[in-house]
């Protein structure tokens, strides 16, 4: 086939990282993405382990590095907004290597400016329909464009349409719980530090890069698998407000500061776990293939690990299947640190809230506390280093 033309569907973090290495390998790249501009919102990732190999490969790892949170200090706080424990972030997150931390918005401009002068960006489109025949797939837009592509990439994230069209509907894994993520005020006068605030069910977190700078904030609250529609925003910031109107801290300030920011994310925390990525010439990549979760903390670094493992296989014999061969183990230790830390997520009542907060309190003066944390945070670092690349 003499088609040099792939379309990856969606600009997140994923499909930017791929489009990055298929240039590279000499194809022509069209991203269609549904927002009408490139999405910013998002709190902070982590990009760990393999992924800082491949962001260092792009080239990029510098640039993401300056941008780094750099966040000084986690704080969890009483329903009065008393300090609780407070401890230096370099202690509880157990960095190593070339590890960093990102605003999610910041590392999707980073990988787009390092792409868009090569690959077509089509934002505001998305697919309409595929047919995957010996000529390649023939893609319909919703813009009514219509165009052969040799191979079509689903990185269009945890509600891929993409992976809806070609494998059908997949259930999510729902792993008991919603995120919901938008930028505020920062009354607090918060400065590169994270405070945490739980009750039974229910948990905030808020950062900001400064204390001039907005803060983002975070509700996450338990619930099983609810039945609402997520083009509709405004129904899910009903949601949250149902979740969190009236509890501790700064729960009503932070529900009157979502009613009026201007970005919102929210979303299930879910996993998706498939049985296959691919179908003939079309395959998926990042959370449309196999989302670890935000729960995981490792969504960013398996979607660029993904990207890297991809865009060395795409079009060469036996290409997918290698793909997923080579990724698989790797997505399958990401996954279940995912599931793990789920359950620890959104700790479900007063007596595992207590045991946390006594553990925060007498960790600095543990005479091996980095060695407690180096346990503790040793599957995750397993799993992010699951891949040789
Ligand atoms: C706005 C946003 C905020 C997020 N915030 C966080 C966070 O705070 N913490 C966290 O752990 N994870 C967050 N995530 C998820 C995180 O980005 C991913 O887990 C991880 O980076 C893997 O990225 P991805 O590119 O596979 O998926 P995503 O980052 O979800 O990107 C998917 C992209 O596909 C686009 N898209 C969706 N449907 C279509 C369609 N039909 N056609 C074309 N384009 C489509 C989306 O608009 C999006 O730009 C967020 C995702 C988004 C979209």
């Not at 996450?220 to 609402?228: E, K, N």
């Not at 083009?231 to 501790?248: E, S, Y």
Request: aromatic residues 8%.
């Amino acid at each position: 086939m003499t088609n040099r033309e792939v379309l990856i569907s969606g600009a997140g973090v994923a499909g930017p990282a791929l489009a990055f290495w298929l240039v590279r390998a000499g194809w022509r790249v069209t991203v269609v993405e549904r927002a009408p501009e490139l999405r910013a919102e998002g709190y902070k990732v982590d990009v760990r382990g393999a992924a800082t190999t491949v962001l260092a490969r792009m080239g990029l790892h510098e640039a993401a590095r300056e941008r780094d949170t750099g966040m000084r200090r986690i704080t969890y706080v009483k329903r009065d907004g008393r300090p609780i424990a407070s401890l230096p972030a370099d202690l509880l997150m157990g960095r190593r290597g070339d590890d960093l931390e990102i605003m999610r918005g910041d590392l999707g401009r980073i990988l787009f400016d390092a792409t868009v002068g090569d690959v077509d960006y089509r934002f505001g489109d998305a697919i309409a329909g595929l047919a995957d025949g010996p000529d390649g797939v023939e893609v319909t837009f919703e813009s009514g464009a219509r165009a052969v592509f040799a191979f079509v990439v689903g990185a269009d994230g945890l509600h891929s349409a993409t992976r809806r069209r070609v494998l059908g509907e997949t259930p999510l894994n729902h792993l008991g719980a919603y995120i919901s993520i938008f930028s505020a005020p920062n009354d607090l006068g918060i400065d590169r530090e994270e405070i945490m605030y739980t009750e039974p069910g229910r948990l905030i977190f808020a950062y900001a890069m400064g204390a001039g700078e907005q803060a983002l904030v975070g509700m996450t609250f338990a619930a099983g698998p609810l039945d609402h529609d997520r083009r509709d925003v405004a129904g899910q910031k009903d949601l949250v407000r149902a979740a969190f109107a009236g509890r501790g801290w700064r729960s009503d300030a932070f529900l009157a500061a979502m009613d009026t920011s201007a970005d919102f994310y929210f979303d299930s925390i879910s996993q998706v776990e498939l049985p296959s990525w691919s179908a003939g010439r079309v395959t998926l990549l990042g959370d449309a293939a196999y989302c670890p979760s935000p729960a995981s903390g490792q969504g960013t670094s398996v979607a660029l690990t993904g990207a890297y493992v991809l865009g060395r296989h795409l079009g060469t014999p036996g290409g997918l299947a290698a793909y997923e061969a080579e990724m698989r183990p790797y997505v399958e230790k990401n996954m279940a640190f995912g599931r793990k830390m789920a359950r620890d997520m959104v700790p479900g009542s007063r007596l595992a809230i207590a045991v946390r907060n006594y553990g925060m309190r007498t960790l600095r003066f543990h005479p091996r506390k980095e060695q407690v944390i180096d346990k503790v945070l040793a599957p995750m670092h397993e799993a992010a280093n699951a891949i040789v690349i």
